[in-house]
Nanobody, 123 residues
Framework: VQLVESGGGSVLAGTSLTLSCVSSGYPHAPFCMAWFRQAPGKEREGVAT???????DYAHFLEGRFTISRDDAKSTVYLQMNSLKPEDTAVYYC??????????????????WGKGTLVTISS
């Protein structure tokens, strides 16, 4: 199983960015997908999950700024990030749990990980 993130970059605060994660090597059924992030000097934290039926869950600190979505025809999960803040600066990781329904936004639940894409927000 491979997860490959893209879409990271350096942008100004207040702008938007969309991350993509393409998965390969999966069985046919859509599984739980998630985004995590790790800021410099901090522990990795969960951002959002989307299960195989499209149900979503978000970290409380996002305040509605991020949206996770998926296109199973393209084996891709997205993270639309709006109103970006400098504190959103982090390496963003795509992850997958080998289950249709997500167990929760915790890295202990994930079975597969991408290598990450860096997002830098400047003020």
């Amino acid at each position: 199983v491979q997860l490959v993130e893209s879409g990271g970059g350096s942008v100004l605060a207040g702008t938007s960015l969309t991350l993509s994660c393409v998965s390969s090597g999966y069985p046919h059924a859509p599984f739980c997908m998630a985004w995590f992030r790790q800021a410099p000097g901090k522990e990795r934290e969960g951002v959002a999950t989307i299960d195989g039926e499209g149900a979503t869950d978000y970290a409380h600190f996002l305040e509605g700024r991020f949206t996770i979505s998926r296109d199973d025809a393209k084996s891709t999960v997205y993270l639309q990030m709006n109103s970006l803040k400098p504190e959103d600066t982090a390496v963003y990781y795509c992850a997958a749990e080998f289950a249709i329904h997500c167990s929760g936004i915790s890295d202990r639940n994930m079975d597969y990980w991408g290598k990450g894409t860096l997002v830098t927000i400047s003020s």
